[in-house]
């Protein structure tokens, strides 16, 4: 990464790793996750397995109720005897021999109701942390974990019993699946049904659940952005709270936003733009080419020596703008605060080797439109200051008119960028468009390997 790519995120090498410092520090207070190599031991070592849970609950059974088994172990049953529909394979839950257990325990005596409780604990335990791990079929979705601890993470045993058995309705928590994402149930569930009407459309719920497997469950905060669909969504608790469109990359390779894992750590208010070198070069040079040097003021730019702290500023008739525009030589340019300037009132840093943030923008017309890709990469907010208010718990404001005025989070909330081109509305799945091409690459590979869906 160079300094240009820098500069355009706001961040300097040092900066960003005291962020990633910070950004550790603060998930620390979220739910403990184990690697599934020491799982075991961990879980056994803290008092976090299976029969750690029954212990701490007195013994009292999860799935049984006078004697019958609840309409939770149904829906259990059902998952894992469909559990191909992950890419996993349903006989590693024995879900026949499970289902003919729960039914003699129906009828017999409290010891065999005991065991067949412990065994569907047990199943769901497996079949949970099965999902929680990165997919097993196909190659890894392209997502960069900035930091690793926003990767897929397994909650203990007894942890994920616990949230269970807290859960309002049991039948529910496993009916929407509790420990995913909430945009992974729907899909899954209208694939498990046959509910698509062609192989491509059963293909793309595969290929959205692998990417929503990567999304996360059991943070109390956090932030998606879907660039398929152009929106913001704000979490808390497991629920969205809050929805906001957004702008997102243009459809070039070089303009796509791409997926990422990070945590918002700062706002900029009053923020400068340093405008990447490209961007001078295809549409600020033109206009200056144009319209001469006023152009410059008109707009609030600035030419500086270098992308160092301590850059002197530039006279910028000393300046060969035609060789700027050619591609032939390479200039830094920042634009001041102010109405016209491209990042608004505030942007939000997150650290990634992308040059991505978030940020306002003076140009709210584009925010009107149905599809709105129109961005070199990073995402513009529809109302900022709504953001800024849910991340912040009260209004940014500036205090003064100095630039780049850094206010930090206590905590740092994560942020996922994602490319989901199925959605649920709640009764059926919308198809997105796949701007990107990403589903096409996708369902190339799927082709070239034998894993296409088959149609019932």
Request: aromatic share 8%; hydrophobic share 40%; glycine share 6%.
């Amino acid at each position: 990464m160079n300094k240009a790519d820098n500069w355009r995120t706001g961040f300097k090498p040092v900066r960003r790793l005291s962020l990633l410092a910070g950004a550790v520090a603060a998930f620390a207070a979220a739910p403990v996750f184990y690697p599934a190599a020491q799982a075991a031991v961990v879980e056994a070592a803290s008092g976090q397995s299976v029969e750690h849970f029954y212990e701490a609950r007195g013994g009292r059974l999860l799935w049984f109720g006078n004697g019958e088994p609840n309409a939770a172990a149904s829906e259990l049953l059902s998952l894992l005897e469909t559990a191909s529909a992950d890419s996993l394979e349903p006989d590693r839950y024995n879900p026949e021999s499970l289902a003919r257990l729960v039914e003699r325990a129906s009828a017999g005596d409290e010891r065999a109701r005991r065991k067949a409780d412990l065994l569907l604990s047990r199943a769901l335990v497996a079949y949970a942390q099965d999902l929680r791990k990165l997919p097993g079929a196909g190659p890894e979705p392209d997502m960069v974990f900035v930091d690793p601890r926003l990767r897929p993470g397994q909650s203990s045993p007894r942890r994920l019993l616990e949230m269970a058995a807290d859960s309002p309705s049991l039948e529910e928590f496993i009916a929407r699946m509790g420990w995913m994402n909430p945009t992974y149930a729907p899909l899954r569930r209208a694939l498990a049904e046959g509910r698509f009407e062609s192989r491509e459309q059963g293909d793309l719920l595969r290929i959205n659940m692998e990417r929503a497997r990567l999304l996360p469950a059991d943070i109390p905060r956090y932030v998606i952005v879907n660039a398929a669909a152009q929106q913001l969504d704000m979490y808390e608790g497991g629920e969205i709270t809050d929805s906001m469109r957004v702008v997102v990359g243009k459809e070039k390779d070089k303009d796509r936003t791409p997926m990422l894992a990070s945590f918002l750590s700062s706002a900029s208010l009053n923020p400068y733009w340093n405008v990447p070198p490209d961007l001078a070069a295809e549409r600020i040079a033109p206009n200056v080419l144009r319209d001469g040097l006023s152009y410059l003021e008109r707009q609030g730019y600035q030419i500086l020596s270098d992308w160092s702290e301590d850059a002197t500023i530039l006279d910028p008739a000393s300046i060969d703008w035609q060789a700027v525009a050619d591609g032939i030589a390479e200039i830094r340019v920042r634009q001041l605060p102010g109405p016209a300037n491209a990042l608004g009132k505030v942007k939000f840093t997150f650290a990634n080797p992308f040059g991505v943030y978030l940020h306002d923008t003076p140009d709210k017309q584009l925010l009107t439109e149905e599809t709105r890709l129109f961005s070199g990469g990073c995402i513009r907010l529809e109302d900022a200051a709504r953001f800024g208010e849910w991340l912040y718990g009260r209004n940014l404001e500036a205090p003064s008119s100095d630039p780049d005025i850094e206010v930090e989070l206590d905590r740092p909330v994560p942020v996922f960028v994602t490319y989901l081109t199925a959605v649920s509305d709640g009764s059926s799945i919308t198809y997105l468009d796949d701007a990107y091409g990403w589903d096409a690459e996708r369902l190339a590979q799927m082709e070239s390997a034998g894993a296409r869906t088959a149609i019932r």
